[in-house]
């Protein structure tokens, strides 16, 4: 089997990887180069090529007429899309004499579209998983060749799910390649009726809702959390990025009159939303400002964090200061699913 492949991500990395250890001839690698503006925590399809002597190109536009001659000249059997984040028109899919195929991060037709784990994890889906599909023009709507299904736990975030999601691609891709190179290529129907169609997901989006009940604002956490940008909030004209959060075992008991948001009790950053028999415990990224001094200081915005003389030593009771994260903390990036990009961190007491 001859092929092209267009590939990004982790999920790009593992699937070329498959393909060569399976013996498949990629001719040619199409994949994306890097936005300076985005945080790179997954791994480089361009390096992935480079190790195993795969010759690669970066091209943002499949219908470049270059790269269309280049995969003409190669003449493939089938054409791979690995989380390449353009869409291939029909023309170039066409060049393919035995189909093109594309992994998908969930289990279609459920979550068809843009950022399929963070929407997944955003419902409070308790599972999702890989699909490989043949490729049509309208996106993620052709037959299902084989899919792999991983649990979503109750704390997972979507970082941790995209990791089971990109091992369930590779297992996916490595199950049904030889049948696929037989000639015997598996097709089951997709039936679009009974799944849905997400967009992508705009930073306004990471918006917290206080007055949305407990779970929803849990799972947008979950569904942000880094290495994604992170859910945030306002308070006294500062943002606070939520990087991550936890749910008590049980109903806490809170003081009374306390509204939806973020306060502070018993040292800890306690966020309550309009049905608080869930709330987070949550650390919390501050905006950074250029230049700033690290030094550590009360944050005076939170409701009942106490004050301190700004001449006042010693350790403090309740431990509660923002610092610079350390330098292995994983940094809000910018990125589809929202958020922002950099900040101070906010964490409960030890």
């Known amino acids: 089997m001859r092929a092209i492949v267009f ?18 001839e990629v001719a040619l690698v199409i994949t994306h180069r890097d936005r300076p ?58 060049l393919a004499s035995k189909g093109a195929f594309n992994m998908h991060g969930s289990l279609l037709p459920k979550y068809r579209g843009r950022v399929p784990v963070n929407w997944a994890v955003l419902h409070g889906e308790t599972e999702t998983g890989a699909t490989l599909h043949a490729m049509e023009a309208k996106p993620d709507a052709g037959y299902i060749v084989d899919q792999t ?15 089971k999601v990109t091992v369930a691609a590779e297992q996916t891709l490595w199950r049904v390649l030889p049948a696929m190179m037989a000639g015997n290529t598996p097709q089951r129907p997709n039936v679009l009726a009974e799944g849905s169609y997400f967009s992508g997901r705009r930073p306004e989006d990471g918006r917290i809702d206080w007055s949305r009940p407990a779970a929803e604002v849990y799972n947008l956490i979950r569904a942000v959390a880094p290495p994604y940008p992170g859910a945030f909030t306002d308070i006294a004209g500062q943002r606070f990025v939520v990087a991550q959060a936890r749910r008590p075992l049980s109903a806490p008991s809170l003081p009374t009159g306390w509204r939806p948001g973020l306060h502070i009790s018993q040292g800890q950053i306690v966020a309550c939303a309009a049905t608080v028999a869930r709330c987070a415990l949550t650390p919390c990224w501050l905006p950074r400002r250029p230049h700033r001094s690290p030094r550590k200081r009360w944050h005076p915005f939170l409701p009942n964090s106490p004050t301190r003389k700004t001449d006042e030593k010693g350790p403090d009771s ?7 994260p350390p330098p292995d903390a994983p940094h809000p990036g910018n990125h589809a699913v929202g ?8 964490r409960p007491p030890r």
Request: aromatic share 10%.
């Open 318 to 324: 309740w431990r509660q200061r923002l610092h610079r």
């Open 149 to 163: 299904a991983v649990p979503i736990l109750p704390d997972d975030t979507a970082g941790e799910v995209f990791e």
């Open 37 to 94: 503006d985005e945080n790179i925590w997954f791994r480089r399809v361009a390096d992935t090529a480079t190790e195993l002597g795969i010759p690669f190109v970066y091209g943002e536009d499949p219908a470049d007429p270059a790269i269309v001659q280049a995969i003409r000249d190669a003449r493939p059997d089938v054409i791979f899309s690995f989380y390449y984040r353009s869409m291939i028109p029909a023309s170039v899919l066409a």
């Open 339 to 346: 958020g922002l990009r950099h900040g101070h961190v906010v």
């Open 7 to 24: 590939g990004y991500h982790n999920v790009g990395d593992r699937c070329l990887r498959v393909l060569h250890a399976r013996g498949v």
